[in-house]
């Protein structure tokens, strides 16, 4: 699959602000405030591919110059100088253990814990773009646009399918793990997976 090309995105927090009176909440407007941020106020790239609010409150804008956290105030870059496997991240995906997932152009595995980054070997290349994560059954599942699948635990890629049929996206669901692909939906129970059902659209 071809990479597409993407329009720049500029990055805007909306700040709501409220005041305090007699212990009371007294909304004094209902207008936004909007402030755009650009490559020379800190981020890696003006072409933004998406944001991510994490579970401690930081902002984080994939770029394809790399990734940039934000606190509130400044930017901190990552990208391959600070040992990304990949400048081009489409979209992150945060574990219950808060580590940062990147999905990334050309397939690499990584993940940010602590600001620190962590690749993954990866048994077999050319797997195409990852394009989805999931949690499940104290696993992570990695999904990609050529149709891989690949079971991570304890850093180590544990199992890995060819479905033969791109990945979309990846929906645990009680005990079975729910995999989209391009043209028929599967599912993997106890690492058996199985065709459910072909569908028309994206649900």
């Known amino acids: 699959m071809m990479k597409k090309q993407l329009n720049t995105i500029y990055l805007k927090v909306i700040v709501f602000i409220s005041f305090f009176l007699g212990g009371s909440i007294s909304s004094v407007s209902q207008t936004p405030y909007y402030k755009q941020f650009l490559s020379e106020d800190g981020l890696p790239s003006n072409n933004v591919y998406s944001v991510f609010s994490d579970s401690q409150g ?30 081009d991240i489409f979209n992150l995906f945060e574990d219950s253990e808060n580590r940062i997932w990147m999905h990334t152009y050309n397939g690499n595995l990584s993940y940010l814990k602590n600001e620190e980054v962590f690749p993954i070997s990866m048994p077999i290349s050319n797997i195409g773009y990852i394009s989805s994560f999931a949690e499940w059954n104290k696993s992570i599942y990695v999904g990609t646009s050529k149709g891989f699948l690949f079971e991570v635990e304890n850093d180590t890629v544990k199992n ?18 729910i995999i989209y692909g391009l043209e028929n939906s599967h599912e993997l129970i106890e690492n058996d997976l199985t065709i459910k059902e072909k569908y028309d659209s994206f649900p």
């Open 160 to 177: 890995h399918w060819n479905l033969l049929d791109g990945i979309v996206d990846l929906r645990p669901k009680r005990n079975k793990l």
């Open 58 to 87: 930081f902002i984080w804008t994939t770029t394809d110059a790399g990734i940039a956290k934000f606190d509130g105030s400044t930017f901190k870059i990552f990208n391959q100088q600070q040992g990304l496997v990949d400048n």
